[in-house]
C-alpha cells in the first residue's frame, strides 16, 4: 500500500509540474503589461500597457503597477487580465502560440462618454536593442529607426497587415487581422533611446455602451546568451551573518491561516518571526486596565490568539517582532483611517498629549505576553509609519518614540527595543535619518527594517546596509516579497514568472543588504506560498507551490553563515555566497534569469571536495542533483534556464 500511495504521490505531483510546464513563454504582469516573450529561457524584452490618450497626446493614463485594480487569471495557455481606466472597463487576453510567438485579444465597453484621442495597445522596445534597428511594413523596404520624424511618419502612413522592428541581436513580428497604421513617437525622455510604438485598438471620442475591440500576435526572435558564467568566491572577508530565513504571522483568516502556519512551520526553518499586537483591540477605551480586563476573562480572542501565535514562534526558539498596526482612536488625531483620504493622505498621527497613556498601554501588552505567556519580545514596530499603515511619522516623530518608548521600557524593566525604521519600502529612507544620526537613540534600537515593495536598485539598498552597519545592528527585511497588490490577483501566486522575480529580488538582497533575516510576507494564507486548501478558492489538496520550495531552499542555508563577496561575470545571473572558514561551510545561491550555461566556479578553499545542488525552477521544487566535483578550488556545473539553484559545501 505503501508502494502504491508513494507511485500515486509521484505521479500527482508530476501532473501538477506538468501544468505549470504548459504555461506561456509569455511574460505578462497581472495588470496587463507584457515584459517580453522567453525564447530558450532568453527573455526577450520589450514592455506592453494600454493607453488612453487625451488632449492631442498632452495627456496620457496607461495600465501600470498599483496604478489600477486589476484581476488575473489563468486557462491553460490562455491569460487574462480585466481592468478599468477611468470610465473604460477592458479585457485583455494573451495567449501562448508556439515557440516566441503570442496572440493578443483586446476589448472593452465605455460606461460613459469620453474625450479621448485615442484608445492604443502600447510598446517600448528597449534601446538596448533596437535603437540602431530598422522597420519594415509588409514587404516594403525597411528604414532605420533612426530617420527623422517626418521621414518615419511619411512612412506609416502606409496601413499594414505585417510590422517587423530588427537589429542586430532582436527581431519582434506584428501581425494584424486587418491592415493597420502603426505611430512611433518621440516621448522626450532624453535619459533613454526607447522606440514607442502605438497601436490603435480605438480612435476618437467613444460613448457611454460603445464597445471595442482588436487583435493580433507578437512573435519574438533574437540572440541566446549561452556564454558561460564565471564566479569568484572571496573567502577573506565576511560581513554580516545570516541567522536564516523569516516570516509575517499576522492573523487575518481564522478559517484558512491554521493549516498554512502549520505546514510552514512543520517544513521550513524559520529563523524570525512578526506577529500583530491588535492594539485597537487591547486598548480600546483610554481608561481602561487591559491586563486587569485580560486576568478577568475578558480578554479580546483576537488579541489572545495573537498572544498563542507569539507564543508558538518563541517556544521555536525565533526572536519574535511585536508590530502594531491599527491604534485605538483614542492615541490618534482625528478619526481612524482604513486607508487614504480625501488629501490622498495614509493613517493617523499619533496624539502627543497622550503620550504616557501610550508608552504605557504598549509596555503593558508585552508585560502581559512575558508575565502570562512567557514571551520575550525582541522588537517592537509601528507598521510602515513612513506611509501611515496605520500610525504616521515624521523623521522627527519616530526619533522621539525611539528615545522615550525606549526609555520607558527600560524603566519597566522590559528587554524589548524598537526597530529603526520598518518602512513600507526601501525608497523613504529619510525616515530614519534623524534617528540614525541622534546617538541618543542607538541604545534603544534592536535592528534596522524595510520592507522591500519597492525599491530595488542596488544605491538605494545599500543605504540600509549602511545605516545597520554604521549602528552595528542587525538589518531586517521586516516584509519581503515583490506586489503590494497581488492579494487582489492571488493567481499570480502560481505563476513562474512571479516566482522567479521574487527569489531573484531575494538572493539580491542578501548579497547587497546582508541582511540577519528576510521575513517572508506572509506565512498564512495571506499571500500564501501554498494552494488549495481553500485559499483563494482553489479547493484542490493543500500542496506547495514553486514559491513555497524556493523559500524551503533559501531557508536550508546552514544558519549563521556570514556574507562572503561573490564576483559574477556573465548576464541575467543574481547570486549571493555566506561562509564559515571556522566551520568550512560555504553556500551559494544562483538565480538565472536567462537560458542554460555552464558555470565555472573558482576560490573555493582547497579543503572542499563536493558542493551538493538543490533545484527550483517550473518542473522542481528543491530537487537534490548529482554532487559536483571541487577540484583546488575550482567547481563546473550547469545553470539550467529560469532556476534558482543552491549549492552547500560537504
Known sequence: MIKYFVRFTSVLIALLFASVAAFSQVDLEPWGNIAGIRVGGQLMEFESNLSVVQNDWLHITATAKERQRPKYTR?????????????????????????????????????????VDGIYFSLVLPGEYYANGRIRLDHLRPVMLTEDAATLEKYLIVAAGTVQFMSASRQLTITFEKPTNIIIKNMGDKSNNDIHVFIP?????????????????????????????????????????????????????????????????????????????????????????????????RLNLHVQQSMEMAQRLYKMGMPVILTAWFPPQWAVVGPLKYGPGPDHVWGNQLDHTKTNEIYKSIADYIEYLKDEYGVEIADFSFNESDLGINIRQTGKEHEELIKGLGAYFVSRGLKTKLLLGDNSDATTYQLIEPALN?????????????????????????????AATQLHLPLLVGEGSIDAQAWGYPQIFEEPTYALEEINLYIRLLAICQPASILQWQLTSDYSPLAGGGIFGDSGP???????????????????????QLGIKGADVSGAALGDN?????????????????????????????LHIWI?????????????RVVNGKAKFTLDATSYITLISK
Open 201 to 297: 485598438i480605438q480612435k476618437g471620442d467613444i460613448k457611454n455602451g460603445q464597445a471595442f475591440a482588436e487583435k493580433f500576435s507578437i512573435k519574438a526572435s533574437g540572440s541566446i546568451d549561452k556564454k558561460p558564467v564565471t564566479l569568484l568566491l572571496n573567502t577573506k572577508n565576511s560581513g554580516r551573518a545570516f541567522d536564516g530565513f523569516g516570516g509575517n504571522f499576522r492573523l487575518q483568516n481564522p478559517k484558512a491561516d491554521p493549516q498554512v502556519i502549520d505546514y510552514c512551520l512543520k517544513n521550513l526553518r524559520v529563523a524570525w518571526g512578526r506577529v500583530e499586537m491588535p492594539w485597537r483591540f487591547w486598548q480600546p477605551v483610554i481608561d481602561s486596565n487591559p491586563i486587569t480586563e485580560a486576568k478577568a476573562g
Open 616 to 628: 527550483t525552477d517550473k518542473n522542481r521544487g528543491m530537487q537534490e542533483g548529482a554532487a559536483i
Open 438 to 466: 541622534d546617538p541618543a537613540t542607538h541604545p534603544y534600537i534592536g535592528a534596522v527594517s524595510f520592507h522591500s515593495w519597492r525599491g530595488w536598485d542596488k544605491e538605494t539598498l545599500q543605504k540600509w546596509a549602511y
Open 75 to 115: 486557462n491553460g495557455d490562455e491569460q487574462t487580465v480585466t481592468t478599468n481606466i477611468d470610465s473604460l472597463y477592458i479585457t485583455e487576453v494573451v495567449t501562448d502560440a508556439g515557440k516566441g510567438s503570442a496572440t493578443v485579444k483586446v476589448q472593452g465597453i465605455a460606461k460613459a462618454d469620453m474625450p
Open 542 to 564: 493543500l500542496r506547495p507551490t514553486q514559491r513555497f520550495w524556493n523559500l524551503k531552499q533559501l531557508a536550508s542555508t546552514p544558519k549563521g553563515l556570514k556574507a562572503m
Open 582 to 610: 571556522v566551520k568550512g561551510i560555504y553556500a551559494i545561491h544562483l538565480v538565472n534569469n536567462g537560458a542554460t550555461r555552464e558555470v565555472i566556479l573558482t576560490g573555493l578553499p582547497g579543503t572542499i571536495k563536493l
